[in-house]
């Protein structure tokens, strides 16, 4: 009787239960929480994201599953769609859309800087040819969005495009928005030239709260005319700027801008790890999404700049070219990347705010895009 009470309190243990792929998953959980806590890669996504790995891959708990805690996080916020919306409607409270507003041009950078969406789409579609994958068009469209760095951006249009790879494309989106400073500054000393890097811009012109106050009104109503697929993700993200610059709502202001985005970006985070079991994350269609999420923020960001280097010859090298690299839309990390390279090149150079224009650019333009591809491809 004893020994049977004893095998059955080892068939519950975790040591009696553990995988490979399992410790290999807390493995890489805990390498994100080394990046957050000791290299402060972006602590605010990595940490839940890390720790939500960890908890998604203990034996017999089931923390991860349909009915475990993470689980229904998982259904009620990133299945539905609300942490994406929620999310945008925080970076809009947020973000100051004064610098484009200031410099309007700078919506080409943003433009340009998804061109990665777009030719990773084509990368997905080709990679069938490789066996094991069997990506749709649908499937491509989700992957192509991770060019954006845009995390709610890309759960957003794979919950409704691709919700069988959401797991591993949130995990790739958040993955490159996070690690921003490594992927980029090699790509940007490539492609510019020292002097480039070196080029002042003039400061900025002061912006009216009038045009703060119909900016974000103006997006909305263009985008209800054009491309009403991509009101969700706009909608939000001009509800929230509008509330920061109305002046007559700043406990909502300071709502969006503190308490639901900081209690939705834990539990998203979370959720996000929640797919990083092994189960569900080691397979080769995993491993081709992350691939392919890499090309495609690399080619956003090389167009973002290339897009940089033309306009800072069309003005006679008034532009310095780095700042095409913020196009893409992590907001606002992409910014303090050019700044700190820019920094690099001349320490009197400060370009964080001529930045900002096209890293505000880049959540328009992702989100954009995202509109284009679900009226497209969702049909």
């Known amino acids: 009787m004893q020994n049977e009470l004893l095998d059955k309190l080892w068939v519950t243990t975790g040591i009696a239960n553990f995988e490979w792929g399992q410790l290999l998953m807390i493995g890489v959980g805990l390498l994100l929480l080394f990046l957050a806590i000791v290299k402060k890669f ?4 990595l940490v839940p994201i890390g720790f939500g790995a960890i908890l998604s891959n203990i034996p017999v708990a089931a923390i991860s599953g349909p009915d475990g805690m993470l689980g229904m ?45 777009f030719t990773t789409l084509l990368g997905a579609l080709a990679l069938n040819a490789v066996p094991g ?7 491509a469209a989700a992957i192509g969005i991770i060019g954006g760095a845009d995390g709610p951006t ?16 949130a995990v790739a989106a958040y993955s490159y928005m996070a690690l921003v400073p490594l992927i980029q500054p090699p790509i940007m000393r490539l492609l510019t030239t020292e002097a480039e890097r070196k080029i002042k811009m003039k400061q900025l012109r002061p912006v009216s709260r009038t045009e703060k106050i119909i900016f974000p009104l103006t997006v909305l109503l263009l985008c209800v005319i054009f491309l009403p697929t991509a009101a969700p993700l706009i ?14 709502v700043d406990r909502l202001s300071n709502a969006s801008q503190n308490e639901i985005i900081n209690i939705t970006t834990i539990f998203l985070g979370l959720a996000v790890g929640s797919k990083l079991s092994a189960e569900k994350f080691l397979n080769v269609e995993t ?15 090389a167009a973002g700049l290339l897009m940089g280097k033309l306009m ?4 006679g090298g008034k532009i310095n070219p780095l ?8 907001v606002p990390m992409a910014a303090r990347v050019v700044n700190k390279v820019g920094l690099e090149a001349d320490h009197h150079n400060f370009l964080l705010m001529h930045a900002m224009g096209p890293n505000v650019a880049g959540v328009i333009g992702s989100a954009v895009a995202a509109g284009i591809l679900l009226a497209i491809v969702g049909g």
């Open 42 to 45: 972006e602590p605010l996504l």
């Open 73 to 117: 996080i998982y259904h009620v916020g990133i299945e539905t769609g609300i942490f994406p919306l929620l999310i945008f409607m925080g970076v809009g409270a947020l973000t100051d859309f004064g610098a484009l507003i200031a410099m309007p041009r700078t919506l080409m950078l943003g433009a340009a800087a998804q061109f990665g969406i």
């Open 133 to 139: 994958f069997e990506f749709s068009l649908a499937d």
């Open 154 to 169: 890309a759960i957003f249009l794979a919950s409704r495009l691709a919700p069988d790879l959401l797991g591993a494309i």
């Open 235 to 248: 909608g939000m993200l001009t509800f929230g700027n509008l509330l920061r610059e109305c002046g007559v």
């Open 287 to 301: 491993l081709g999404i992350l691939v392919l999420g890499m090309l495609a923020f690399a080619v956003g960001t």
């Open 312 to 315: 800072c010859r069309l003005s």
């Open 323 to 330: 700042i095409g690299a913020a196009g893409v839309s992590a």
